[in-house]
């Protein structure tokens, strides 16, 4: 399992946005987004290029911190 941190969410609608934006990703299942600790967690089916995760986040309006 990989884990990120995210700044700027705040609400059940983003912990939705986020999790959207991560299943959206090739390579990426199991995404679990944690509201209080502002972290995600996925597992990599196939090697994912991190950038990539970056802006599927930064996309929908949030900062990856870690």
């Known amino acids: 399992m990989k884990q990120i941190k995210i700044k700027g969410m705040t609400c059940q609608h983003c912990v939705a946005a986020v999790t959207k934006a991560l299943n959206a990703v090739d390579g990426i299942k199991n995404v679990q987004v944690d ?14 290029d991190d950038g ?15």
């Open 52 to 66: 990539l995760v970056v802006h599927a986040i930064e996309e929908e309006g949030y900062e990856v911190v870690g």
């Open 35 to 48: 509201l209080k600790t502002g972290t995600a967690t996925y597992e990599e089916t196939k090697p994912v």
